[in-house]
Nanobody, 116 residues
Framework: QVQLVESGGGLVQPGGSLRLSCAAS????????MGWSRQGPGKALESVAT???????HYPDSVKGRFTISRDNAVNTVYLQMNSLKPEDTAIYYC??????????WGQGTQVTVSS
């Protein structure tokens, strides 16, 4: 399974922006899909962005219009641009990859805290 390493988390004020990166240990062009999930304090894990192999993207209503997922196959990296951040976006953000016949791989997570 592919190994994933996230970076880019941190503390940001409400209304601010952050860009998360997820570096993969192998080519991502052959992966069925990649995405980001998050788990806030006392909350269940939720998907916040998915990008398929054809570069189609999917977002839940809670982040639509604020978050943008993208992929750069040349450097095997997926990004999550987060704008207009809210305190409720505070969570650990995990990168994930899905390979047919292998299932999901997950990164170790990166903390995002939105607070004044």
């Amino acid at each position: 399974q592919v190994q994933l390493v996230e970076s880019g988390g941190g503390l940001v004020q409400p209304g601010g922006s952050l860009r998360l990166s997820c570096a993969a240990s192998a080519s991502i062009s052959s992966l069925y899909s990649m995405g980001w999930s998050r788990q806030g304090p006392g909350k269940a894990l939720e998907s916040v962005a998915t990008i398929d192999s054809d570069s189609s993207t999917h977002y839940p209503d809670s982040v639509k219009g604020r978050f943008t997922i993208s992929r750069d196959n040349a450097v095997n990296t997926v990004y999550l641009q987060m704008n207009s951040l809210k305190p409720e976006d505070t969570a650990i953000y995990y990168c994930r990859a899905f390979e047919i016949n292998k299932g999901y791989s997950w990164g170790q997570g990166t903390q995002v805290t939105v607070s004044s």
